[in-house]
T-cell receptor
């Protein structure tokens, strides 16, 4: 079966712009979690959605937001981009959202210039 | 708050030498610990979890609650083990918390 699909794979944006990233989970998985991966900080949790509801949110500014649709696909949005937002954004889906069955996507590499 | 510490950013070993990737955690309850691996140009994937008590690709990890550690070990390193390794902690209903990772480089 298809894995976790993230689009686009690469993005280059300028400061001040906004961006939307997409994640399609494995069929049947109801939970989607987002992480920001950087060389210095590793993986930092952004938010988790389960059945269209945000269940957990990490310590990121309000410029970072997300949502989940009825088909479990999820989007995250970053507004007013800053240089420090450059990172690999990873999405993970799991059947129950309990953190045990994470399957990660390949990520979206965002570069802010 | 839960925290996972991987003290080594980079670990270099020779092929055939033993490997130990260190992971310490802070959590007062009973956590579940995991090791994830990311090979070059591949997705982050689960390597093993402490509740399974299994050996994957020759790697093992034992949860030591007294020392709050979950070190990853392999007796004989192989070149294909070169990758980024992340230790992660799960507790209650909170999301998976990751350490900052250790890059393992196995030298031929």
């Amino acid at each position: 079966k298809a894995g976790v699909t993230q689009t686009p794979r690469y993005l280059i944006k300028t400061r001040g712009q906004q961006v939307t990233l997409s994640c399609s989970p494995i069929s049947g998985h109801r939970s989607v979690s987002w992480y920001q991966q950087t060389p210095g900080q590793g993986l930092q949790f952004l938010f988790e959605y389960f059945s269209e509801t945000q269940r957990n949110k990490g310590n990121f500014p309000g410029r970072f937001s997300g949502r989940q649709f009825s088909n479990s696909r999820s989007e995250m949005n970053v507004s007013t981009l800053e240089l420090g937002d450059s990172a690999l954004y990873l999405c993970a889906s799991s059947p129950r959202g309990d953190g045990r069955g994470y399957t990660f996507g390949s990520g979206t590499r965002l570069t802010v210039v | 708050a839960q925290r996972v510490t991987q003290p080594e950013k980079l670990l270099s070993v020779f092929k055939g030498a033993p490997v130990e990737l260190k992971c310490n955690y802070s959590y007062s309850g009973s956590p579940e610990l995991f090791w994830y691996v990311q090979y070059s140009r591949q997705r982050l994937q689960l390597l093993l979890r402490h509740i399974s008590r299994e050996s994957i690709k020759g790697f093992t990890a034992d949860l030591n609650k007294g020392e709050t550690s979950f070190h990853l070990k392999k007796p004989f390193a192989q070149e294909e083990d070169s990758a980024m390794y992340y230790c992660a902690l799960l507790s209650g209903n909170t999301p998976l918390v990751f350490g900052k990772g250790t890059r393992l480089s196995v030298i031929a």
